[in-house]
């Protein structure tokens, strides 16, 4: 069974790099996308101090860590955790109870906590220039909030206001930066090295390879089962090994049965003709024991950066050397 895991991605994309940034929020129930530019600091883990303080543990009834669990799961926010990292998290989150018409936060006002709603419905306020607040949206028994302000170090971009009771989940700024945010870079940076390894997306540049990065999306698949087959005509993604061993088996007549051709270890990577053909996949690929993955899906890839051969040709001699090697000729590439 496939476990996929969505990454931080566009949450983050530009807390790494300095300058003025577009930090983009998530879409409410009324779909309100709060985009806006904000000046935000260039982040890097290695120039915090860590603290050898044990993280704070809130105590939680069964009742309790049942709920957060349910309120947590589809936040992309944690997605770059392990889990380990993520019972720190939960461990660390308290609970905050709310009423009528009451400030969660407050427009202008210092990032203290991270939000994520259990239950109850919240009013999102923007001041106009004029002074006045506008209702642009609302969070109805789910979603998050205030994670902008502690990413970026900004003040808060809205108020947040209690339509009536409500329960909430709190994370303080030091364990959301000391723990997700740092492991959302770590994650980038393993994503990038990881991509610096094909040969055919070497001539990405550093803002490219960052975003391929952040469309890169983490399964995991156990022993046995299969994760590419060959002569499967489904090839629009490819993947990278993070974590485990991978068996590459080629169909044998001779034997009658697939031969093991090759392994692939951790930093290793398959399936890399999808994003340049339509031809059927050329081998079964299979874990050899838990394996943890990172695939890019040919559209995402598109998308951002448009045909793989395209990339490719900024260097016509070395784009014609490539084909060769992996035995294709332009006739075969998509869209041809």
Same mark, same amino acid.
């Given at each position: 069974?496939?476990?996929?895991?969505?990454?931080?991605?566009?949450?983050?994309?530009?807390?790494?790099?300095?300058?003025?940034?577009?930090?983009?929020? %998530?879409?409410?129930?009324?779909?309100?996308?709060?985009?806006?530019?904000?000046?935000?600091?260039?982040?890097?883990?290695?120039?915090?101090?860590?603290?050898?303080?044990?993280?704070?543990?809130?105590?939680? !009834?069964?009742?309790?860590?049942?709920? @957060?669990?349910?309120?947590?799961?589809?936040? /992309?926010?944690?997605?770059?955790?392990?889990?380990?990292?993520?019972?720190?998290? /939960?461990?660390?989150?308290?609970?905050?109870?709310s009423?009528?018409?009451?400030?969660?936060?407050?427009?202008?006002?210092?990032?203290?906590? =991270?939000?994520? &709603?259990?239950? $109850?419905?919240?009013?999102?306020?923007?001041?106009d220039?004029? +002074?006045?607040?506008?209702?642009?949206? !609302?969070?109805?028994?789910?979603?998050?909030?205030?994670?902008?302000?502690?990413?970026?170090?900004?003040?808060?971009?809205?108020? &947040?206001? !209690? !339509?009536?009771?409500? &329960?909430?989940?709190? #994370?303080? %700024?030091?364990? =959301?930066?000391? &723990?997700? @945010?740092?492991?959302?870079?770590?994650?980038?940076?393993?994503?990038?090295?990881?991509l610096?390894?094909?040969?055919?997306?070497k001539?990405?540049?550093?803002?490219? %390879?960052?975003?391929?990065?952040?469309? /890169?999306?983490?399964?995991?698949?156990?022993?046995?089962?299969?994760?590419?087959?060959?002569?499967?005509?489904?090839?629009?993604?490819?993947?990278?090994?993070?974590? *485990?061993?991978?068996?590459?088996?080629?169909?044998?007549?001779?034997?009658?049965?697939?031969?093991?051709?090759?392994?692939?270890?951790? +930093?290793?990577?398959?399936?890399?003709?999808?994003?340049?053909?339509?031809?059927?996949?050329?081998?079964?690929?299979?874990?050899?024991?838990p394996v943890?993955?990172?695939?890019?899906?040919?559209?995402?890839?598109?998308?951002?950066? $448009?045909?793989?051969?395209?990339?490719m040709?900024?260097?016509?001699?070395?784009?014609?050397?490539?084909?060769?090697?992996? *035995? #294709?000729?332009?006739?075969?590439?998509? +869209?041809?």
């Amino acid at each position: 069974m496939v476990k996929m895991l969505n990454n931080f991605g566009r949450c983050v994309r530009n807390i790494f790099r300095s300058g003025q940034q577009q930090a983009d929020d %998530r879409n409410s129930k009324k779909n309100y996308d709060r985009r806006q530019s904000v000046c935000a600091e260039a982040y890097n883990p290695d120039e915090e101090s860590d603290d050898d303080e044990p993280n704070v543990v809130y105590p939680k !009834s069964d009742e309790q860590r049942k709920r @957060l669990n349910e309120a947590v799961k589809d936040i /992309l926010l944690f997605k770059s955790l392990d889990s380990e990292q993520l019972n720190q998290v /939960l461990d660390a989150m308290f609970e905050r109870k709310s009423s009528k018409g009451e400030h969660i936060i407050d427009q202008g006002g210092d990032g203290d906590n =991270f939000y994520v &709603i259990d239950s $109850g419905k919240f009013d999102i306020l923007v001041k106009d220039n004029d +002074g006045t607040f506008k209702n642009v949206g !609302s969070y109805d028994s789910k979603g998050f909030f205030g994670e902008l302000a502690l990413m970026y170090n900004t003040p808060r971009a809205a108020t &947040i206001v !209690s !339509s009536g009771e409500g &329960i909430l989940w709190a #994370l303080d %700024r030091v364990i =959301f930066r000391k &723990i997700v @945010l740092k492991a959302a870079y770590k994650r980038r940076q393993m994503h990038e090295a990881l991509l610096e390894k094909v040969p055919m997306l070497k001539h990405l540049n550093e803002f490219e %390879r960052m975003n391929i990065a952040d469309a /890169l999306e983490s399964c995991s698949f156990q022993d046995g089962e299969t994760i590419i087959k060959e002569g499967d005509t489904s090839t629009d993604i490819m993947f990278f090994i993070e974590k *485990g061993v991978c068996m590459v088996m080629k169909h044998s007549k001779e034997h009658g049965n697939d031969v093991k051709v090759n392994e692939l270890k951790e +930093g290793g990577y398959f399936g890399e003709l999808a994003l340049l053909t339509l031809k059927p996949r050329a081998a079964t690929v299979i874990p050899n024991g838990p394996v943890l993955l990172a695939s890019l899906d040919i559209q995402a890839f598109e998308r951002l950066l $448009g045909p793989c051969m395209n990339v490719m040709k900024r260097n016509i001699d070395d784009y014609e050397k490539q084909l060769q090697s992996l *035995g #294709l000729s332009t006739k075969d590439l998509r +869209g041809k």
